[in-house]
């Protein structure tokens, strides 16, 4: 039994593309191939959003269906990719990620600080990156709710290619 093939995106999450039929293969492939041939971030978007565009109303596809396809993850994550390479746009980091828990999980930064011990002053200023945490404060804080802090490699900027997942166990 052949292993799925899975695109590994900015966030090392794997988008799985063994379910491709052969049309959703080659326009993959044409996006994949513009994005390394044509580096340009706006040209690129318009490429592909209009290829994706064409294809999906050739097969009668809702544009909402269409959105949640593996092709457009993959597409999008090749639009960060070259918008993060050209200067465009830049990588997230460990602060998107505390603005996105205290955002999605608490009810206000001030419910976050109670519950953390990190003041509301102390947390504005990181966030907005004049003031750092140390990594012991930082570590007790998000232990205090249930959270761990990871190091992850950071991600190459070139247009992934497919990899074959690995079996474990």
Not at 8 to 37: M, N, Y
Not at 58 to 69: D, F, I, M, S, T
Request: net charge positive.
């Amino acid at each position: 039994m052949s292993r799925p093939e899975v695109y590994v995106d900015l966030d090392g999450k794997g988008i799985c593309l063994g379910h491709l039929d052969a049309e959703e293969r080659k326009l993959l492939a044409r996006i994949r191939r513009r994005a390394r041939t044509h580096p340009d971030w706006n040209d690129f978007d318009n490429y592909w959003m209009r290829e994706v565009i064409k294809f999906s109303d050739a097969r009668g596809l809702p544009r909402k269906v269409a959105r949640e396809r593996a092709v457009v993850r993959v597409a999008l994550d090749l639009s960060g990719r070259i918008a993060v390479a050209s200067g465009v746009a830049r990588l997230g980091d460990w602060r998107d990620d505390l603005e996105d828990l205290v955002r999605d999980q608490f009810r206000s930064r001030k419910a976050f600080c109670e519950a953390t011990g990190i003041s509301e002053d102390m947390l504005s200023h990181v966030l907005a990156g004049r003031k750092d945490l140390s990594l012991a404060s930082l570590t007790k804080a998000v232990e205090r709710i249930g959270y761990a802090l990871h190091i992850r490699k950071l991600p190459d900027l070139r247009p992934a290619t497919a990899t074959r997942k690995k079996r474990t166990g």
